[in-house]
């Protein structure tokens, strides 16, 4: 009697279970194209505060944020651990796009200018 009640159950439950899982594939599929999508490119009609003129769509997309670029120093004091070496002996570091040496007398790292290559204080280890 089990046996029949199983067998007569088990295509009701399968069937069922196989709907279930296909309508949670074709709700996943479908939800993914849910996404907005402008129709077509919107024109800005703002007003202009001082001259009461339309503003077009370009000037409002030609207007850059200014950043405020900070000076270089001329100075770095660096641990020497986070300096690199080069093969004759000297330490330098990188930093914003700028090379600093290192002085061997004050042990300060200096921006490059040409004046250091006739210091004593800039050069290497002769090998």
């Known amino acids: 009697m089990v046996a029949f009640l199983f067998t007569e159950w ?3 439950v399968m069937k069922s279970f196989s709907l279930l899982v296909a309508a949670c594939i074709i709700v996943a599929l479908g939800s993914c194209d849910k996404r907005s999508h402008p ?3 919107a024109s800005v009609t703002r007003l202009d505060k001082n001259s009461g003129k339309k503003n077009s769509p370009t000037d409002a997309a030609t207007v850059k944020a200014t950043t405020k670029k900070l000076p270089t120093p001329k100075v770095l004091i660096v641990n020497d651990s986070a300096a690199k070496r080069t093969p004759d002996g000297r330490y330098y570091y990188d930093f914003n796009g700028k090379r600093y040496w290192r002085n061997k007398k004050d042990g300060k790292y200096y921006q490059f200018n040409k004046s250091m290559y006739n210091d004593e204080a800039f ?3 002769k090998p």
């Open 39 to 41: 129709a077509g490119s």
């Open 123 to 125: 050069k290497g280890v």
């Open 10 to 12: 088990k295509p009701k």
